[in-house]
């Protein structure tokens, strides 16, 4: 397997800078196997699921990760926190610029006020572990001085901090939105649930591997850093019993596989999707387009195999907008 292998050409252009409104007015690129896909609209996926579906979302809420700060010396410094080290979120694990410059034991300020302390460095030498000063909890002081954790190539200011969660996002953990959840209605869920078919939630907290690139040249020596997830044992055995098992985002379908593998609904997971890979709980899966040369290119390969790239291409064709406030497709594992 070869790096190269999950490249292709993503032209500017069509990388989404703000959300559709509404939101299930997203384009969705319906995966019909070896027949032409279908072009419809977020809105339209009650159309696709039928009796005996379970759809399971990731319902981790996003926190305002993103602190912009400034050194003693004067110059600039950005932290974003990835995941608390202990049960008052006082100290983090975190991705901190320029890391090389820190030392531990430096202070980073805000408005002249040291907001951040450098602790040490990380076990695999990519992050920082940061402790947050000031009064208050931190989540208060989160809301107060951080900002929503948007993706780098993303330039244009969120005008809703709110249009960067789902709107069944619960408790907040995360550093990065499950961006195919971005795409649901209230009323969509309602309709989904009143043509019969359940939802539930699962919870991934998502971390360090949605920023960090794979650099190997075979990418199956790429070091996945561990996740926080939640499946609680009633979803695993509605899955068990369902039809088809349809996962909104690549991070519900971490989580599923994760608590099937382990045999545990809760804890760690390194689990690296890649082909070849023994699919056990989804069978359908509703995913933005995701970044050339990414461990979640390399699960879509995983899921529906080389016809990734023909899909790929076709949404180029259609003008579909990629990435985090993109368009979506509906991938089927099954279809000839």
């Known amino acids: 397997m070869r790096l190269d292998d999950f490249d292709y050409e993503l032209p500017g252009e069509l990388i989404a800078q703000q959300p559709v409104e509404p939101r299930d007015t997203a384009r969705l690129l319906i995966d019909r196997g070896s027949a032409a896909p279908l072009h419809r609209h977020v809105r339209d996926l009650p159309e696709f699921l039928a009796d005996g579906d379970l759809l399971v979302v990731n319902d981790t809420r996003v926190i305002p990760a993103r602190l912009r700060l400034q050194r003693s010396s004067g110059g600039a410094a950005e932290v974003l926190l990835l995941e608390p080290l202990d049960g008052e979120r006082r100290t983090w694990e975190a991705l901190v610029r320029p890391a090389r410059k820190l030392k531990a034991g430096e202070e980073l300020l805000r408005d002249g ?5 450098v602790l040490r460095r990380g076990a695999l030498g990519d992050t920082l572990m940061i402790e947050l000063l000031g009064e208050g909890d931190a989540l208060t002081l989160l809301h107060a001085h951080g900002e929503m954790p948007l993706p780098p190539y993303i330039s244009a200011p969120l005008a809703a901090p709110e249009r960067y969660q789902t709107v069944y996002a619960h408790d907040p953990a995360s550093a990065a939105a499950p961006t195919a959840g971005l ?5 969509l869920l309602a309709s989904i649930e009143s043509a019969g078919i359940p939802i539930r939630r699962v919870e991934l907290v998502v ?3 949605t920023f960090k690139p794979v650099s190997a040249a075979d990418p199956r020596h790429h070091v996945i850093h561990s996740e926080r ?4 044992p009633s979803v695993l055995a509605d899955c068990a019993a369902a039809r088809r098992v349809v996962a909104v985002g690549t991070t519900t379908v971490r989580a599923l596989e994760s608590a099937a593998a382990f045999g545990t609904g809760a804890g760690r997971t390194r689990l690296f999707i890649h082909r070849p890979y023994q699919w056990q709980v989804v069978d359908v899966l ?8 990414t461990t979640l290119l390399m699960m879509i390969d995983a899921f529906v195999g080389p016809r990734w790239r023909s899909l790929y291409d076709e949404a180029r064709r259609e003008q579909y907008r990629f990435l985090s406030f993109g368009d979506a497709m509906l991938l089927d594992r099954g279809a000839a």
Do not use: A, I, Q, S
């Open 286 to 293: 509703m995913t933005n387009f995701h970044l050339p040369r």
């Open 183 to 187: 795409h649901f209605t209230p009323e």
């Open 207 to 209: 971390g360090l591997d």
């Open 113 to 117: 006020t040291p907001l951040v302390r």
């Open 229 to 232: 997830y939640r499946v609680d």
